[in-house]
T-cell receptor
């Protein structure tokens, strides 16, 4: 049972570089989410998707873009990385929003220098 | 805006004790509440999900209660073990596609 898989697990970027974080789920879930976790701030929602082809902004969307071209994948992009984007990023998915458990990936630890 | 608070922020107890972790939320119009466990450097593992119409859920030594009207939930851990050491996170969802709103967690250490 793979569940939610995030790629890569670790990454170091230089300021201004771009990268894409991949989230894949094999549970046929409709809803997918990207969060960031920072010390003292807890987990905060970046972007989310309610189904294939849809995306929406969360609490802290600035500096990030997302795409959901396939139901099982949710991509998070950083076009021009900044040190403030140093964080641990988590992807999550759920079947029916609010009614069923949310499942989380193992996280991507990103450092921007 | 929904705010979730977890008390205490940190807790260290000897093995074998029963303990209670607290979670409070400001907007009682929630759809469900979920408790997670997070080990250092790891992802979140779901422990219990309580629907807004329910008052409690149990799984093994864990029992979570929900008092929606007062905006409170508690996670009760019976007969604590060193393997229970982790950060415990409480999260609420209002419904629709809002995503989860998290508390900052309780860092729990169980001393052998």
């Amino acid at each position: 049972n793979a569940g939610v898989t995030q790629t890569p697990k670790f990454r170091v970027l230089k300021t201004g570089q771009s990268m894409t974080l991949l989230c894949a789920q094999d549970m046929n879930h409709e809803y997918m989410y990207w969060y960031r976790q920072d010390p003292g701030m807890g987990l905060r929602l970046i972007h989310y998707s309610v189904g294939e082809g849809t995306t929406a902004k969360g609490e802290v969307p600035d500096g990030y873009n997302v795409s959901r071209l396939k139901k099982q994948n949710f991509l998070l992009g950083l076009e021009s990385a900044a040190p403030s984007q140093t964080s641990v990023y988590f992807c999550a998915s759920s079947n029916i929003a609010g009614a069923t458990e949310a499942f989380f990936g193992q996280g991507t630890r990103l450092t921007v220098v | 805006k929904q705010e979730v608070t977890q008390i205490p922020a940190a807790l260290s107890v000897p093995e074998g004790e029963n303990l209670v972790l607290n979670c409070s939320f400001t907007d009682s119009a929630i759809y469900n509440l979920q408790w997670f466990r997070q080990d250092p450097g790891k992802g979140l593992t779901s422990l219990l999900l309580i629907q807004s119409s329910q008052r409690e859920q149990t799984s093994g030594r864990l029992n979570a209660s929900l008092d929606k009207s007062s905006g409170r939930s508690t996670l009760y851990i019976a007969a604590s073990q060193p393997g229970d050491s982790a950060t415990y996170l409480c999260a609420v969802i209002r419904g629709g596609a809002d995503g989860l709103t998290f508390g900052k967690g309780t860092h729990l250490i169980i001393q052998p």
